[in-house]
């Protein structure tokens, strides 16, 4: 059908918290420029996902992004949606 969407949810939980979206990222990031390239290129997709995850939960969770090799590093990331 037209309009229609599909994607996977890599982690969706509740915790005493409240329920949190996380999104694994596996990128080789290089630099602080590829970093903000690579987040204004995952936003689109994580808005629709807290927006699906809002509609089946009636809550909005928190939005988590996990950049698994930023040089090297692992890099989690809390401002989404």
Same mark, same amino acid.
Do not use: Q
């Given at each position: 059908p037209q309009g229609v969407e599909q994607g996977v949810m890599d982690a969706l939980f509740e915790s005493a918290a409240g329920w949190t979206l996380? =999104?694994?990222?596996?990128?080789?990031?290089?630099?602080?420029?590829?970093? =903000?390239r690579l987040r204004a290129e995952y936003a689109p997709q994580v808005a629709r996902y807290l927006a699906a995850a809002e509609q089946l939960l009636g809550a909005r969770p928190r939005a988590v992004v996990c950049f698994l090799n930023v040089d090297g590093a692992v890099r989690v990331e809390e401002r989404w949606g």
């Open positions: 996380v =999104e694994f990222k596996t990128d080789h990031v290089r630099d602080a420029a590829h970093l =903000e």
